[in-house]
């Protein structure tokens, strides 16, 4: 089996894999980086989303041969090395932008790609970005308010808790 | 009390950490030393005769270690269901066998047929690419009304019919219904169809089975609202293993919404492989496969009519509907269509005659069961619909009509066996009114027509049965279950609590909100108590979370066993303070000697009684833990109302959302930030089943929406921001909490007002359209525009 390697949160990382083994099933089973979620298997739900070179990837999507050489960032590396959580993460839990947790890692990458990308996106901006991520808890509400307030925008008109 | 963790406060959720970081541990993080990995092949056909599996080839292939198919199990129990359904003539309902693999026959595409286990997953899905399996492929049934046609294909053999039952309900009131009939002074009939749907929660299930040869214990880690029932189900009924030798687990689960209460062949199989082949067994379900294996919801088509008298009245009320069972019948399949969905009939209106008729039926598809709401979403979006109609034939407004015929007095018998304890419809009403500003609908109506938009208001009021339930009603109704809860409460030496709760949380907060009502009931930090669920060996006896039952349930056993803990710590407390019992008073976390400065706290009193050195050991045993069962005496009636604004685009038929509020009665409230999040989550899956979602089979019985892109799931920009409302609270008499329940409310309440908003805009610009079938898709909307 051939051998990969690649940078993943900072630390080198290699294994041998199948040519046919994605990145997300390295991430999660070689590497033991089980924050990466699988939701389904059509590049359609983006729990898998990680930083690939800067850039917002489905791990469904890439094979892990694909990512040889590359700086892979996954939610294990977005809280400080003493667990505080980012600006994302702790606007997640302050407005409630997670229920069950499954699509939430998704959610956290893709929208760190978003907000550096356009730091102060609207709300249509927001929600047509999200396109890609599907969550069945919260009716998006929170999920975009969260953004919304991470991105320093103030949020406290809109409706509700 | 610090207000900042009790009761009412919106706590931030506690849980959130690990799951922000990735450290959440769902099951199929799991992965035990020497796994193997099960792949199932599955029908790709409807129904068929299945001639051959020949497996020779596939079990030489890398990796393979061994390959089950049907004959394995012969001898093993099959899937049981949890419900009995009596019909309208007396006769038990018609309920077939269902194998852990396909013996014989298949009768569904996913049906499985054989399951490899290998080395690997990639090896076992190589393998089943090797198996030669002969199918001949018989005629399906899929729609309804065609399965009970004369000569009909019939999906199990050994029945009489494709009919499962014909439920009437109330049987005795159809003759008194039918001649209020015909003395109304005006009939609204309404022929809809409940669209199929399928639950998605985002984490596909998964299950994990071990076998302890040393011990002969069994484990399963499995993605469960219910652990303690899939033990009860799995163990009794299909493996013969006794509960004592056998621990279900269900850890942090991504999402249930009903389609993760049932018991699974895939749960049963690993368990069983296990043991077998004595080595851990994995299955992680694709999402392909949770399309043609997780059980659908809804799916019923109906007939309702609604007869007035002179004045606007509702005399009575008749629906006549079919119900899809799919193929098998699943864990709580039955129960749906008939006493969560009849009993439900009366609305928020005091219509003194109601008759219900269901008539659920085998097809070649996959079997039907609960998806949030259950049942009660189907009745509320009839009765809305042909309220709706009625306001329009009468030329009389909506909200008008609704108030005209609320129930006003408490408690009300409904004609349908249930009596609604508390409730106030106009208040919420009120509030709908008020948080919708439906009094300046007409000008953002006119706004939208200057931009050429079509533009409607929908009402919708929903009253739901929740806090399922007491036990002794739904034996008599067919539930082969008690539905009470449990909790232990266990507080330690230095003054921290463990609550173990048969409750279990996939999304709705638990570990933050129960904390909350312990901190108010102790007066202590809510950092001291933590919850633990999710595991049989670590609990007891718990039947889970469905039907918004946790905190009305679930947490009046927890406030009973810390009401125990509490009198226990006061004996404790009035011995070392040296006072009667009776003139203790706990408060702010301290035991006081009322009338006196006198004072132990909370870690005085939790200490003495695991060091009993000053103890009153001839009036009590030391330690300081206690359990208790929950056994609700009535269900709770969350009631609501709600108002969809829509935009339709009458070039396209293109619907959007413009404003939806929500203004609901959950009587008191823990945690009102997890409250709304619950409501705004049912209201994006009441949208997605009005305007996007639609599981379809074709006529041979293949599924035509078999992924993500042919199934549409809501999407961030398909919907608005929500306002959502709960200060309207009648709080439940029976429970000690006074709480009713939030979790189905959004999904149950949307559907209508979103529907009635289409409706209300067509008709506004001119289109003699009365009904619309869900999903109400642009060309569907522009289908019905064009007459």
């Given at each position: 089996?051939?051998?990969?390697?690649?940078?993943?949160?900072?630390?080198?990382?290699?294994?041998?894999?199948?040519g046919?083994?994605?990145?997300?099933?390295?991430?999660?089973?070689?590497?033991?980086?089980?924050?990466?979620?699988?939701?389904?298997?059509?590049?359609?739900c983006?729990?898998?989303?990680?930083?690939?070179?800067?850039?917002?990837?489905?791990?469904?999507?890439?094979?892990?041969?694909e990512?040889?050489?590359?700086?892979?960032?996954?939610?294990?590396s977005?809280?400080?090395?003493?667990?505080t959580?980012?600006?994302?993460?702790?606007?997640?839990?302050?407005?409630?932008?997670?229920?069950?947790?499954?699509?939430?890692?998704?959610?956290?990458?893709?929208?760190?790609?978003?907000?550096?990308?356009?730091?102060?996106?609207?709300?249509?901006?927001?929600?047509?970005?999200?396109?890609?991520?599907?969550?069945?808890?919260?009716?998006?509400?929170?999920?975009?308010?969260?953004?919304?307030?991470?991105?320093?925008?103030?949020?406290?008109?809109?409706?509700?808790? | 009390?610090?207000?900042d963790?009790?009761?009412?406060?919106?706590?931030?959720?506690?849980?959130?950490?690990?799951?922000?970081t990735?450290?959440?541990?769902?099951?199929?993080?799991?992965?035990?030393?020497?796994?193997?990995?099960?792949?199932?092949?599955r029908s790709?056909?409807?129904?068929?005769?299945?001639?051959?599996?020949?497996?020779?080839?596939?079990?030489?292939?890398?990796?393979?270690?061994?390959?089950?198919t049907?004959?394995?199990?012969?001898?093993?129990?099959?899937?049981?269901?949890?419900?009995?359904?009596?019909?309208?003539?007396?006769?038990?309902?018609?309920?077939?066998?269902?194998?852990?693999?396909a013996?014989?026959?298949?009768?569904?595409?996913?049906?499985?047929?054989?399951?490899?286990?290998?080395?690997?997953?990639?090896?076992?899905?190589?393998?089943?690419?090797?198996?030669?399996?002969?199918?001949?492929?018989?005629?399906?049934?899929?729609?309804?009304?065609?399965?009970?046609?004369?000569?009909a294909p019939k999906?199990?053999?050994?029945?009489?019919?494709?009919?499962?039952?014909d439920?009437?309900?109330?049987?005795?009131n159809?003759?008194?219904?039918?001649?209020?009939?015909?003395?109304?002074?005006?009939?609204?009939?309404?022929?809809?169809?409940?669209n199929?749907?399928?639950?998605?929660?985002?984490?596909?299930?998964?299950a994990?089975?071990?076998?302890?040869?040393?011990?002969?214990?069994?484990?399963?880690?499995?993605?469960?609202?219910?652990?303690?029932?899939?033990?009860?189900?799995?163990?009794?009924?299909?493996?013969?293993?006794p509960?004592?030798?056998?621990?279900?687990?269900?850890?942090?689960?991504?999402?249930?919404?009903?389609?993760?209460?049932?018991?699974?062949?895939?749960?049963a199989?690993?368990?069983?492989?296990?043991?077998a082949?004595?080595?851990?067994?994995?299955?992680?379900?694709?999402?392909?496969?949770?399309?043609?294996?997780?059980?659908?919801g809804?799916?019923?088509v109906?007939?309702i009519?609604?007869?007035?008298?002179?004045?606007?009245?509702?005399?009575?009320?008749?629906?006549?509907?079919?119900?899809?069972?799919?193929?098998?019948?699943?864990?709580?399949a039955?129960?749906?269509?008939?006493?969560?969905?009849?009993?439900?009939?009366?609305?928020?209106y005091?219509?003194?005659?109601?008759?219900?008729?269901?008539?659920?039926?085998?097809?070649?598809?996959?079997?039907?069961?609960?998806?949030?709401?259950?049942?009660?979403?189907?009745?509320?979006?009839?009765?809305?619909?042909?309220?709706?109609?009625?306001?329009?034939?009468?030329?009389?407004?909506?909200?008008?009509?609704?108030?005209?015929?609320?129930?006003?007095?408490?408690?009300?018998?409904?004609?349908?066996?249930?009596?609604?304890?508390?409730?106030?419809?106009?208040?919420?009403?009120?509030?709908?009114q008020?948080?919708?500003?439906?009094?300046?609908?007409?000008?953002?109506?006119?706004a939208?027509?200057?931009?050429?938009?079509?533009?409607?208001?929908?009402?919708?009021?929903?009253?739901?049965?929740?806090?399922?339930?007491?036990?002794?009603?739904v034996?008599?109704?067919?539930?082969?279950?008690?539905?009470?809860?449990?909790?232990?409460?266990?507080?330690n030496a230095?003054?921290?609590?463990?609550?173990?709760?048969?409750?279990?949380?996939?999304?709705?907060?638990?570990?933050?909100?129960?904390?909350?009502?312990?901190?108010?009931?102790i007066?202590?930090?809510?950092?001291?108590?933590?919850?633990?669920?999710?595991?049989?060996?670590?609990?007891?006896?718990?039947?889970?979370?469905?039907?918004?039952?946790?905190?009305?349930?679930?947490?009046?056993?927890?406030?009973?066993?810390?009401?125990?803990i509490?009198?226990?710590?006061?004996?404790?407390?009035?011995?070392?303070?040296e006072?009667?019992?009776?003139?203790?008073?706990?408060?702010?976390g301290?035991?006081?000697?009322?009338?006196?400065?006198?004072?132990v706290a909370?870690g005085?009193?939790?200490?003495?009684?695991?060091v009993?050195?000053?103890?009153?050991?001839?009036?009590?045993?030391?330690g300081?833990?206690?359990?208790?069962?929950?056994?609700?005496?009535?269900?709770?009636?969350?009631?609501?109302?709600?108002?969809?604004?829509?935009e339709?685009d009458?070039?396209?038929g293109?619907?959007?959302?413009?404003?939806?509020?929500a203004?609901?009665?959950?009587?008191?409230?823990?945690?009102?930030?997890?409250?709304?999040?619950?409501v705004?989550?049912?209201?994006?899956?009441?949208?997605?089943?009005a305007?996007?979602?639609?599981?379809?089979?074709?006529?041979?019985?293949?599924?035509?929406?078999?992924?993500y892109?042919?199934?549409a799931?809501?999407?961030?920009?398909?919907v608005?921001?929500?306002?959502?409302?709960?200060s309207?609270?009648?709080?439940?008499?029976?429970?000690?909490?006074?709480?009713?329940?939030?979790?189905?409310?959004?999904?149950?309440?949307?559907?209508?007002?979103?529907?009635?908003?289409?409706?209300?805009?067509?008709?506004s610009?001119?289109?003699?359209?009365?009904?619309i079938d869900?999903?109400?898709?642009?060309?569907?909307?522009?289908?019905?525009?064009?007459?």
């Amino acid at each position: 089996m051939p051998q990969v390697n690649m940078t993943v949160n900072g630390k080198s990382a290699s294994g041998q894999i199948e040519g046919r083994t994605l990145l997300v099933e390295f991430l999660r089973e070689t590497l033991g980086l089980t924050g990466t979620h699988v939701g389904c298997d059509t590049s359609q739900c983006g729990a898998c989303v990680v930083h690939v070179d800067g850039k917002a990837v489905k791990a469904c999507t890439m094979f892990a041969a694909e990512a040889e050489g590359a700086e892979v960032l996954t939610i294990e590396s977005m809280a400080a090395p003493d667990g505080t959580l980012n600006t994302i993460q702790q606007a997640f839990q302050d407005h409630h932008g997670l229920q069950c947790g499954f699509c939430t890692p998704g959610m956290v990458m893709s929208a760190a790609a978003l907000l550096k990308d356009n730091p102060k996106p609207t709300e249509a901006e927001v929600r047509d970005y999200l396109e890609g991520n599907i969550c069945r808890c919260t009716g998006y509400h929170n999920i975009v308010k969260a953004i919304l307030a991470a991105s320093g925008q103030d949020v406290s008109a809109i409706a509700a808790e | 009390m610090p207000k900042d963790g009790g009761i009412g406060a919106s706590t931030k959720r506690r849980e959130d950490v690990r799951f922000l970081t990735g450290n959440g541990n769902y099951t199929d993080d799991i992965n035990l030393h020497g796994q193997a990995y099960v792949h199932f092949l599955r029908s790709d056909v409807a129904h068929g005769l299945i001639n051959k599996v020949d497996t020779e080839a596939a079990s030489a292939m890398p990796g393979v270690l061994r390959i089950f198919t049907g004959a394995d199990f012969e001898g093993v129990g099959g899937i049981p269901c949890g419900w009995q359904v009596t019909d309208r003539f007396g006769e038990v309902m018609q309920e077939p066998a269902h194998p852990v693999l396909a013996q014989g026959k298949v009768r569904h595409v996913g049906d499985p047929i054989a399951a490899i286990v290998a080395e690997t997953y990639a090896q076992a899905r190589d393998a089943a690419e090797a198996i030669e399996y002969d199918i001949d492929e018989l005629p399906a049934v899929v729609n309804m009304k065609d399965a009970l046609k004369e000569g009909a294909p019939k999906v199990h053999d050994d029945l009489k019919s494709n009919l499962c039952y014909d439920w009437g309900f109330v049987e005795e009131n159809k003759g008194a219904v039918n001649e209020a009939f015909e003395k109304a002074a005006h009939v609204t009939t309404l022929e809809l169809v409940n669209n199929r749907l399928i639950a998605n929660p985002m984490e596909p299930r998964v299950a994990v089975g071990d076998f302890n040869r040393s011990t002969g214990d069994h484990t399963l880690y499995t993605t469960s609202q219910n652990p303690h029932v899939i033990r009860l189900l799995m163990g009794a009924f299909v493996l013969g293993i006794p509960e004592h030798k056998l621990r279900v687990v269900s850890p942090d689960v991504g999402g249930g919404f009903g389609t993760k209460i049932f018991h699974y062949a895939e749960e049963a199989f690993c368990t069983f492989a296990a043991k077998a082949l004595n080595r851990p067994v994995k299955w992680t379900s694709t999402r392909s496969e949770a399309f043609m294996s997780d059980a659908h919801g809804r799916d019923h088509v109906t007939k309702i009519e609604l007869a007035l008298d002179k004045d606007n009245n509702f005399t009575a009320l008749r629906t006549d509907t079919h119900a899809n069972m799919g193929a098998y019948l699943s864990t709580f399949a039955p129960s749906v269509p008939t006493w969560l969905h009849g009993t439900l009939m009366a609305g928020n209106y005091k219509t003194p005659l109601i008759y219900v008729n269901v008539k659920a039926v085998f097809t070649n598809t996959v079997p039907v069961d609960a998806y949030r709401g259950a049942g009660r979403p189907e009745a509320t979006f009839q009765l809305e619909r042909v309220i709706d109609k009625a306001a329009r034939e009468l030329g009389v407004d909506p909200i008008a009509l609704r108030r005209q015929n609320f129930i006003t007095e408490f408690p009300y018998a409904t004609p349908v066996a249930v009596e609604y304890d508390t409730g106030d419809y106009h208040a919420t009403m009120d509030k709908l009114q008020e948080i919708g500003d439906l009094s300046g609908f007409e000008a953002r109506r006119k706004a939208s027509e200057a931009k050429g938009k079509l533009r409607g208001l929908g009402i919708n009021c929903y009253i739901e049965a929740c806090g399922i339930a007491p036990s002794n009603l739904v034996g008599q109704l067919g539930a082969r279950a008690g539905l009470y809860e449990s909790a232990t409460v266990r507080v330690n030496a230095t003054g921290g609590l463990v609550v173990m709760t048969g409750s279990h949380s996939h999304g709705q907060g638990h570990e933050t909100a129960f904390p909350q009502v312990i901190a108010e009931m102790i007066g202590i930090d809510a950092s001291m108590v933590e919850i633990i669920h999710g595991d049989t060996n670590n609990g007891p006896m718990g039947m889970g979370t469905y039907g918004s039952r946790s905190l009305a349930v679930g947490g009046s056993a927890m406030v009973r066993a810390t009401e125990k803990i509490i009198n226990k710590a006061k004996k404790i407390a009035a011995h070392l303070m040296e006072a009667s019992e009776a003139d203790i008073e706990l408060k702010d976390g301290a035991f006081s000697v009322a009338g006196t400065d006198k004072s132990v706290a909370w870690g005085d009193v939790t200490l003495a009684a695991y060091v009993p050195h000053n103890y009153p050991l001839e009036d009590i045993e030391p330690g300081l833990e206690e359990t208790a069962f929950y056994d609700p005496s009535n269900f709770t009636y969350p009631s609501g109302a709600y108002a969809c604004e829509v935009e339709v685009d009458p070039e396209t038929g293109r619907v959007t959302i413009e404003r939806f509020s929500a203004a609901d009665d959950f009587g008191n409230i823990v945690n009102p930030m997890i409250v709304s999040g619950q409501v705004h989550g049912g209201i994006g899956q009441g949208i997605g089943q009005a305007l996007l979602e639609a599981c379809a089979y074709d006529e041979n019985g293949q599924l035509q929406t078999g992924s993500y892109m042919d199934y549409a799931m809501p999407r961030a920009d398909d919907v608005p921001f929500y306002t959502v409302d709960h200060s309207c609270q009648t709080p439940c008499t029976h429970n000690p909490l006074g709480v009713k329940g939030c979790g189905e409310a959004g999904a149950i309440g949307s559907p209508p007002a979103v529907v009635n908003a289409v409706i209300d805009a067509l008709q506004s610009g001119g289109k003699n359209v009365t009904h619309i079938d869900m999903p109400l898709s642009p060309s569907r909307v522009w289908a019905a525009m064009q007459g």
